[in-house]
C-alpha cells in the first residue's frame, strides 16, 4: 500500500506498514528504506529529509512527522468534514444513494 499523505488513508497505511515492514524488518536502515518507498507525493517530500540522518534517528524521525502532518487527530477530522460538505448533495428521494454513500464512509453497516 503506498499513501500520498492523505490524512483520511493515514492509519490504514501505519497499521498496513507496522503489520507487514516493521515485524519483519528489524532494522532502521530497512523499515526507513520501505517507508521512503511506500511514501508518494507530499508524504515523501515531508519525510525525505531522513534520508539523510543516522537510520535510527532518520527512521523515528520520519515516524513522527508522518504522524504530526497527516496522522493527527485534527487534521483528519478536517479532513471528514471537507470530503463530507464538498460531496454532492442528496435530495430526499435518493435513498440508495444515501446508504450507499454512507457504506463508503464505513457509516453504516451492510445489514
Known sequence: MNFDG??????????????????????SVSRLTRLLQYCTG?????????AVM??????????????ERFGNGYVIAEAWLKRV??????????????KSSLMTYGIASRH
Do not use: H, M
Open 42 to 50: 507530499r508524504a515523501k517530500r515531508v519525510i525525505q529529509c531522513c
Open 6 to 27: 492523505s490524512p483520511l488513508e493515514y492509519w490504514t497505511f501505519i497499521r498496513a506498514f507496522e503489520n507487514s515492514v516493521e515485524r519483519v524488518c528489524e532494522d
Open 85 to 98: 460538505s464538498d460531496g454532492r448533495v442528496i435530495e430526499a428521494q435518493d435513498g440508495e444513494v444515501l
Open 54 to 67: 543516522e537510520p535510527n534517528e532518520g527512521y523515528k524521525r520520519a515516524r513522527e512527522l508522518l504522524s
